[in-house]
């Protein structure tokens, strides 16, 4: 069983930046593909970003060039560097873990998650 521990969210103003972390405990760090998921009310949960077990990055049209996504296996830890943050980017984001290794956008493929943290972007 994998715990998942996000930290890092808060408000941010025009333009700035966030980085979230989440920590991981209790599997092989190192297999897992990792996520970031991000949810706004009345809204389904998007994936925005990942990277593979391998190191390959995925991003989301909305936050490419904006968001980098990366992973410390030494530390099982997953970062997001979110800048220029917009209002749109607001939404509880969550960190996710995949036992198989490779991205798949869909929610459902993900094997554990993290409780979420909030982000709110300016309004």
């Known amino acids: 069983q994998v715990q998942l521990v996000e930290s890092g969210g808060g408000l941010v103003q025009a333009g700035g930046s966030l980085r979230l972390s989440c920590a991981a405990s209790?599997?092989?760090?190192?297999?897992?593909?990792m996520g970031w998921f991000r949810q706004a009310p009345g809204k389904e949960r998007e994936l925005v970003a990942a990277i593979s077990s391998s190191g390959s990055p995925y991003y989301a049209d909305s936050v490419l060039g904006r968001f980098t996504i990366s992973r410390d296996n030494a530390k099982n830890t997953v970062y997001l560097q979110m800048n220029s943050l917009k209002s749109e980017d607001t939404a509880v984001y969550y960190c996710a873990a995949r036992g198989l290794g490779i991205i798949t956008t869909s929610p459902e493929r993900w094997n554990y998650w993290g409780q979420g943290t909030q982000v709110t972007g300016p309004s």
């Open positions: 209790g599997g092989t760090f190192s297999r897992y593909a």
